[in-house]
């Protein structure tokens, strides 16, 4: 209910367009043609994300993907049984030639230029950690501030300073998504706060010189403040750049449609990614009304999306028909 209606699906209804027009114009490709929707690409209640085409790339077993569990104890595994969509092939089910995804670009450069194709080039680095902080529960009225092991306040410091490094650097974003303090209580002075990080860049030096930083200022935070501050690593998926060839292909096809098009990087974590590990990958994006994504308000017009749609097609006519 909090999302939009296009990310992810708009590819996979893409996918079975283009299927279902080489049988209706009774064309037999040269090789197969399978289109995939890949579970759990958001990662948000089972971590890491893009599990699903992470798994089918070997990045991660099928049988530690299924154990992953969320917040509550319930694993993948036995949720894909409640709902029916617990698969019965074993990985890996084919090893495909190319990687193609046609996506919302989820984002606002299409729109604002008023261009009508993004050629991807790759994918930003993505990697996420929970941060622990614990300190001592105590009287929020009784309680000097000099004698407190205020886990809130050290957490809050923490948090500005993500800000402040990655305004520091333009193409470096750090995002604090959740954040949940213990006991909870608008009088008791915090002992617990656990919260997210969201860091992604286009370069990994930058991803490693930032988490350099942010060790460094942690350990700060912790002695200052007199609490304990743990870092897990949730997630660290590297840079990927997509394959040439194909993005050659992709502004070829535009071009003879007469749409518009541009190179350009994703700031979202995509599949792609995942199967770049396995062969030749690339991505196709059409215009996000006012970047707007994640949220209801997720809009592209229909002209849009027929018009990705028919890239697709003509890319994947030209790797896959006689």
């Not at 089972?46 to 299924?66: H, K, T, V, Y």
């Not at 990985?91 to 495909?96: E, Y």
């Not at 995804?101 to 984002?107: C, I, M, S, T, Y």
């Not at 190179?263 to 970047?291: E, K, T, W, Y």
Request: aromatic fraction near 6%.
């Amino acid at each position: 209910t909090n999302a939009g209606a296009l990310d992810g699906c708009y590819g996979v209804l893409s996918g079975l367009a283009v299927a279902r027009a080489f049988l209706t114009e009774g064309v037999r490709p040269k090789r197969p043609l399978i289109v995939a929707a890949f579970t759990n690409e958001e990662g948000v209640r089972f971590q890491p994300d893009m599990m699903g085409s992470l798994a089918f790339a070997g990045g991660i077993s099928a049988e530690e993907a299924l154990a992953a569990t969320d917040d509550e104890g319930r694993s993948l595994g036995s949720e894909l049984e409640r709902i029916g969509y617990a698969g019965e092939e074993p990985l890996p089910i084919a090893t495909p030639g190319e990687y193609l995804e046609l996506h919302v670009e989820q984002g606002p450069i299409l729109d604002g230029e008023g261009v009508q194709i993004g050629v991807v080039e790759g994918v930003q680095g993505i990697w996420w950690w929970r941060i622990t902080v614990r300190g001592t529960a105590n009287h929020a009225g009784t309680t000097p501030l000099a004698l407190r092991h205020d886990a809130g306040h050290a957490a809050a410091r923490i948090v500005t300073f993500l800000r402040e490094m990655a305004k520091a650097t333009p193409a470096t974003l750090a995002t604090v998504g959740t954040m949940a303090f213990r006991p909870g209580s608008i009088n008791v002075v915090p002992s617990e706060a656990v919260f997210t990080v969201d860091l992604r860049d286009p370069e990994r030096a930058r991803l490693l010189a930032a988490e350099e930083k942010i060790a460094v200022f942690t350990a700060r935070v912790a002695e200052e403040e007199e609490v304990s501050v743990v870092m897990d690593q949730l997630v660290r998926f590297d840079p990927v750049s997509f394959d040439g060839g194909l993005l050659d292909l992709i502004e070829q096809a535009a071009a003879e449609k007469g749409f518009s098009s541009r190179r350009m990087a994703s700031g979202a974590g995509h599949d792609a990614q995942m199967m770049a590990r396995l062969c030749r990958s690339a991505m196709i994006f059409v215009p996000s009304r006012g970047g707007v994504s994640h949220s209801p308000a997720e809009h592209t017009e229909d002209d849009q999306l027929i018009r990705g749609a028919e890239v697709l097609l003509r890319v994947v006519s030209r790797l896959i028909c006689p």
